[in-house]
C-alpha cells in the first residue's frame, strides 16, 4: 500500500503521541483512595471492642483540645528552630521546645515538597504525587475528605489568613478569611504583614474554633537568596514574636476546667542549600512540627526531637477535636500526644485509627489480608477486647494495666506496618503499561528509519506491506501470543494495570495493531537488506551496507548518547547526571582536537590545499589564502578545543550542583557575598560587553543599538536589586525590585524580536532572499540571549558569555572548517546545551528552580509571564543552543549545501526546524516532570524521550522533505 510520505508522517506522529500517552500512564502510580464516595461520618465509625457480650456503644472519648491555632510558616527548615543557631534565631519558641509544656518533632514531608501538595497531606492525609507540581499553579477544589470538611460539617468555626492557595482548595470553608498571593515573591513583607495585622482583633475574640495562620515571607527570601542570607534571621525572630504574642494570648483565655487549647507551629516543607524546594534533600524536607498545650507535661529539658511523618499530623488533629480521620490518610496519631489521657481513650484512639487505616488497606490491595500490618491490627482489636470485658467488669489489678499497655504497644506496632505498606503502595509503577508504550513508540521509529529512503526519494511515498503482513501467519502467531501474555499478566499481576481494565475489544485491537506493525517491520528491513528482492519501477535508494561508515567522531556520539541513557539507570547516576555530560563534553573537545591535528599536521601539504580551494568562503567563492592568513587559522583551530575545556572547567566551579556535592560552597557563593560585590560588579560588567561583541555582528543597526541599550538596561536592573554596583553607588544604597528597569529591557527585546520576525517574513513572502532570511533569524536569536541576559542572575553572566563564545569559535573553526555534517552538528549542540544547563547550576531536582525569575519586571503575580519567563529561564542553555544550530544550519545552507557524507543517513537528515524540534523536545520531555528519584522507570522514561524525539525529528524531515519534493 503506497502513502505519500507527508500523510504517512503525520499518522506516525499522532500514533507516538498516543504511545506517550500509554507510557506516562503507568508512570504516575494510581493514587490510594478509598471506595467510598462519600465522606466519613460520626456514625460511620466503629463499635468499640467488647469480647463475649454485645457489642459497646461507637461512642467517641472527649476531645482533647477546645480551641486550637495552627502556625504554618512556609519553608521553615528544622534546624531554624532545632538547630545550633535556633537560640538566636527563635528563642522564645526555643525556651517553649527545651523548658515548657511543648512535644517537638521532625516532620518528614514526602516530595514534591511543593506548597500546594503539603497542605493537600496536612489535610488529608494522603500522599500527593508529581503531578500536583503542575496543578499546584492554579489549585482547584479539594474534594476529597478532608480535616477542614470535616470540621465545618462538625460545627467548627475556622478562620484563615495567608496562603490563598488554602482559599482556592476549601472555598467556603472560613467563617472569615483573607487570602495573599504565594507567587509574588518578591515580596517577603507585606505577604506577611497582611496576615498579622488580624491577629490582634481575632486573638480577642472568642467566636471562633480554629485559627489557621500561614506566613509566606521566609520562603520568598529563600528564592530571593537562600537560607544563609542576612534576611533570614530578621524574618525568623518575628516569627517568633507572633508565635509570644499568639500563646500569651491562648494563656491569658484559659478557663479553669475547660479543654485546653493547642498550639501548632509547623512548616509546610523545607528549603534546599539555594533556598528554593521541591526535591527529596534532607534539608527540604525535614520540618519541625512544635505542639504546645497545658494538656502536655512540663519538660525540665531539652530532648533530641522525636520524627514523625507529617502526615500523622492529620489524624492527631482530627481525634484530637473529636472528629472522624479523613478516608484516604495513611498517616498514623502521635502517641505522645495522648499520652495524658485515661488508658481506656488511648485505646479507643488508636482502634480508630487503626480501623480506618485497615479499612484503606482493603479498597488498595487485594491481597490486603497478608500484609503483617492487616494481621497485627486484627489481634490487637481482639485483646483490646479482652481489655475492654475486664476494664466494664471493675477490675482494677496490676494485670489489667500491664494487658492494657500490651495492646497498646500491638496497636502502634499495626498502625506503623499499616501506614508503611500503604506509602509504599504509591511508589508501584505500572510497569506493564510502561513498557507497552516504550515497544509502542520503539517499533514506530524503526517503522520511521526503513522508510525513509522512499520517504526521501523523488516520489515522496511509502510502499507500506500492510496486506501482506495482515494475510501472513506470523501475524495470526504473534497475535496468540501476545493475547497469552496479556491474560498471564493480568492474571498473576499483584496490583491493577491500566491494559487489564480495558476491555477486550480494545485490547485486542492494540495487540493486532502491535503483531501488525511487527510484521511490517520484519518485511520492510528484508526489502531494504542488499540480498533482498528489487522492485520494479522503483528508484534505487541507498542502502544501509553502503553508507554505513562511522568515522571516529560519529562512534563517540552515537556511543556517548546510548551510554548516556543506559546510564540512567542508577539512581546515583540520575542525581549527578552533570557529570556524565562533563564527562562526554570533555571527550568531545578530545575528539574534535584531533581531527583538527590530523586536518593540519596529517595531510600533506597539497591535500591541504585541495581542501581549502573546496571550502566555500563568506562570499561563496573559492577562498584562496595567504600563508599566514592559513597560519593564523591554523593555530586558532587548533587552540579552541583546549579553551572549550577550559571555560568548561571552570563554569563548573561556578555552581554546584546535584545532590552530594550541592552544599558544598562554589564561586557563586563567593561572588554573591557582600564583601566581593565589585568583583561581581566588575565580572558583570565585562561578561555584558563581550555578549554585545559577540551577537551584534549580524544584526541590523537598529537592533545593534537596542542591544546595547537592553544591556545596560540589564546592568541598571541588577544594580537596582542590589546585585551589582554602579560606580557612584554605595553599598547601603536604598534596593528597589527593578521592576522600571527590567520593563526597559523588555521593550528592546519585543523590539528586537519584532525587526528580526519582520526580516523573516519579508524573506519568505514578499521576496526571496537569503541574506534578509538570515538576519531575521539571528536577530530573533540576539532578542532571546537579551531576554536570557536579563533573566540570569549576575553570577551567572559568565555561563552567557562562555555559551556565546563557544558557538562563535565552533562555527568559525570547528564546524566549518573541518566540513562536519549536519549530524555531527546536531548532536554536538545537544551535547553541548546539556551541559550548559548544568552549568547553570540546575540539577534534575526540581528545587534547583529559580522560581524568582518569573516575577522580574512585575509588580503583582500573573501566571502566565512568571511560568513563561521561569521556564525560558530554567532551559535557557538547551534553548539557546537550539537556536543558534537553527541559524548556524540555515546560514550554511544558502552559503552551500550541507555536507551528509559521514555517519548514519537517517541523522544527517536534521537539518533547521527538524534539528530544532529534536532538542526542544528532548529538553522538555527529559526536565518536565522533575523525576529523578525512580529507578527503573527512570530509564524506561528516559528510553521513551529519546525515542519520541527522534521520531519526531526524523517525521519533520519528512514533511520537509516532501514539501520540497512536492515544489520540484
Known amino acids: 500500500m503506497k502513502v505519500r510520505s507527508s500523510v504517512f508522517a503525520s499518522f506516525v506522529l499522532m500514533l507516538e503521541v498516543v504511545g506517550v500517552a500509554v507510557f506516562l500512564r503507568g508512570f504516575f502510580p494510581v493514587p490510594v483512595k478509598s471506595s467510598l464516595s462519600s465522606k466519613t461520618k460520626l456514625s460511620d465509625l466503629p463499635p468499640e471492642p467488647l469480647a463475649g457480650g454485645s457489642h459497646n456503644s461507637s461512642r467517641l472519648p472527649q476531645p482533647l483540645f477546645k480551641r486550637v491555632v495552627i502556625m504554618l510558616v512556609d519553608a521553615l527548615r528544622e534546624d531554624f528552630v532545632f538547630g545550633p543557631h535556633g537560640r538566636k534565631y527563635m528563642p522564645y519558641t526555643r525556651h517553649l521546645v527545651e523548658r515548657g509544656s511543648a512535644h517537638s518533632f521532625v516532620a518528614k514531608a514526602r516530595p514534591p515538597t511543593v506548597t500546594m501538595p503539603r497542605i493537600k497531606a496536612l489535610t488529608t492525609g494522603s500522599i500527593p504525587g508529581f503531578i500536583d507540581v503542575v496543578m499546584n499553579l492554579n489549585s482547584p477544589a479539594l474534594l476529597e475528605d478532608n480535616l477542614v470538611w470535616q470540621a465545618k460539617t462538625a460545627g467548627k468555626r475556622i478562620v484563615f489568613y495567608g496562603d490563598d492557595t488554602w482559599v482556592r482548595l476549601f472555598p467556603k470553608h472560613f467563617m472569615e478569611y483573607d487570602g495573599t498571593t504565594s507567587f509574588f515573591v518578591s515580596d517577603y513583607t507585606e505577604v506577611d504583614n497582611n496576615v498579622t495585622r488580624h491577629l490582634d482583633s481575632t486573638l480577642k475574640r472568642d467566636d471562633w474554633d480554629i485559627l489557621i495562620l500561614h506566613y509566606l515571607g521566609l520562603d520568598h527570601i529563600g528564592h530571593i537568596s537562600g537560607p544563609h542570607s542576612s534576611l533570614v534571621q530578621p524574618k525568623l525572630l518575628e516569627m517568633d514574636d507572633i508565635l ?30 539555594t533556598g528554593s524546594h521541591g526535591g527529596s534533600s534532607e534539608p527540604e524536607i525535614n520540618t519541625p512540627l512544635v505542639l504546645i498545650s497545658p494538656a502536655f507535661k512540663r519538660k525540665v529539658g531539652m530532648e533530641k526531637p522525636g520524627v514523625v511523618e507529617q502526615v500523622d499530623l492529620t489524624p492527631t488533629l482530627a481525634l484530637g477535636l473529636g472528629l472522624p480521620i479523613s478516608q484516604n490518610s495513611v498517616g498514623r496519631v502521635i502517641p505522645a500526644v495522648l499520652e495524658e489521657t485515661p488508658l481506656r481513650d488511648q485505646l479507643r484512639l488508636l482502634h480508630l485509627n487503626g480501623h480506618q487505616l485497615s479499612c484503606l488497606l482493603k479498597d488498595s490491595m487485594a491481597e490486603y489480608e497478608k500484609e503483617a500490618g492487616f494481621e497485627q491490627f486484627r489481634v490487637a482489636e481482639k485483646s483490646h477486647g479482652s481489655w475492654m470485658k475486664l476494664y466494664l467488669e471493675g477490675n482494677t489489678s496490676e494485670v489489667l494495666t500491664n494487658m492494657g499497655k500490651k495492646v497498646l504497644k500491638q496497636y502502634l506496632e499495626a498502625l506503623a506496618a499499616m501506614s508503611s505498606a500503604l506509602s509504599k503502595q504509591l ?61 498471564l499478566v493480568c492474571t498473576s499481576a499483584e496490583s491493577s494495570c491500566y491494559f487489564c481494565s480495558l476491555s477486550w475489544g480494545l485490547v485486542f485491537a492494540a495487540i493486532a495493531f502491535s503483531s501488525a506493525m511487527f510484521c511490517i517491520l520484519v518485511a520492510m528491513a528484508t526489502r531494504q537488506l542488499p540480498l533482498g528482492p528489487k522492485i520494479p519501477g522503483k528508484s534505487p535508494s541507498r542502502s544501509f551496507g553502503s553508507e554505513w561508515a562511522l568515522s571516529e567522531l560519529d562512534v563517540l556520539l552515537l556511543a556517548g548518547t546510548v551510554g548516556h541513557t543506559l546510564s540512567l539507570a542508577a539512581s546515583s547516576f540520575v542525581e549527578e547526571e552533570h557529570q ?126 537596542a542591544l546595547a541599550l537592553g544591556l545596560l538596561g540589564v546592568y541598571s536592573y541588577r544594580a537596582a536589586v542590589g546585585n551589582v554596583l554602579f560606580p557612584w553607588q554605595q553599598p547601603s544604597q536604598y534596593v528597589s525590585k527593578g521592576t522600571v528597569e527590567a520593563r526597559f529591557v523588555y521593550v528592546f527585546v519585543l523590539g528586537i524580536l519584532f525587526t528580526g520576525t519582520k526580516d523573516l517574513l519579508r524573506s519568505q513572502i514578499i521576496t526571496v532572499d537569503a541574506r534578509l532570511k538570515n538576519r531575521g533569524l539571528w536577530e530573533i536569536y540576539s532578542g532571546l540571549v537579551l531576554l536570557v541576559a536579563l533573566l540570569f542572575r549576575a553570577h551567572n553572566l559568565p555561563v552567557l558569555c562562555c555559551s556565546l563564545l563557544i558557538q562563535t569559535l565552533m562555527a568559525e573553526f570547528i564546524w566549518r572548517r573541518l566540513n562536519y555534517d549536519a549530524a555531527q552538528t546536531t548532536i554536538m549542540h545537544y551535547w553541548l546545551g546539556q551541559a550548559f544547563f548544568y552549568f547553570q547550576g540546575n540539577s534534575n531536582n526540581i528545587a534547583t528552580v529559580d522560581i524568582s525569575v518569573g516575577f522580574v519586571g512585575l509588580e503583582s503575580y500573573v501566571e502566565a509571564p512568571a511560568v513563561l519567563l521561569t521556564a525560558l529561564s530554567t532551559y535557557a542553555g538547551p534553548l539557546l543552543w537550539a537556536c543558534h544550530l537553527v541559524c548556524y544550519l540555515s546560514s550554511e545552507r544558502d552559503r552551500s549545501p550541507v555536507t551528509v557524507g559521514h555517519g548514519c543517513y537517517c541523522l544527517a537528515l536534521l537539518r533547521s526546524v527538524p534539528a530544532a524540534a529534536y532538542i526542544v523536545l528532548v529538553t522538555l520531555l527529559r526536565y518536565h516532570l522533575f523525576i529523578w528519584s525512580v529507578f527503573s522507570p527512570k530509564l524506561l522514561y528516559e528510553s521513551v524521550h529519546t525515542l519520541l524525539t527522534a521520531g519526531v525529528c526524523l517525521v519533520f524531515s519528512i514533511m520537509e522533505q516532501s514539501h520540497g519534493s512536492g515544489k520540484s
Request: with cysteine.
Open 580 to 705: 556524565t555530560w562533563y564527562f562526554l563534553l570533555s571527550t568531545l573537545c578530545l575528539a574534535i582536537f584531533q581531527d583538527v591535528c590530523r586536518k593540519y599536521f596529517r595531510e600533506d601539504s597539497s591535500a591541504v590545499d585541495e581542501t581549502e580551494h573546496l571550502l566555500p568562503s563568506k562570499d561563496c567563492h573559492p577562498s584562496i589564502h595567504p600563508q599566514a592568513e592559513l597560519c593564523t587559522e591554523r593555530w586558532l583551530a587548533l587552540a579552541t578545543p583546549p579553551f572549550i575545556l577550559a571555560c568548561c572547567r571552570l563554569l563548573r566551579s561556578l555552581n554546584q550542583t546535584g545532590v552530594q556535592w550541592a552544599h558544598l560552597p562554589d564561586v557563586g557563593h563567593w561572588l554573591n557575598s557582600s564583601e566581593h560585590k565589585m568583583v561581581l560588579s566588575l565580572l558583570a560588567t565585562f561578561s555584558l560587553v563581550l555578549v554585545y561583541f559577540l551577537i551584534q555582528r549580524r544584526c541590523s543597526w537598529v537592533s545593534k543599538i
Open 244 to 273: 509570644k504574642k499568639i500563646h500569651g494570648s491562648l494563656i491569658s483565655k484559659e478557663a479553669e476546667g475547660s479543654l485546653p487549647y493547642l498550639l501548632l507551629l509547623c512548616g509546610d516543607h523545607g528549603m534546599s542549600e
Open 427 to 487: 511508589g508501584k509503577y505500572d510497569m506493564y503499561s510502561m513498557i507497552a508504550g516504550m515497544v509502542f513508540v520503539f517499533q514506530l521509529l524503526l517503522v520511521l528509519l526503513l522508510a525513509m529512503p522512499e520517504a526521501l526519494s523523488g516520489s515522496a511515498q511509502v510502499d507500506l506491506p500492510v496486506v501482506q503482513s495482515l494475510l501472513s501467519l506470523p501475524f495470526y502467531l504473534l497475535c496468540l501470543l501476545l493475547a497469552s501474555l496479556h491474560v
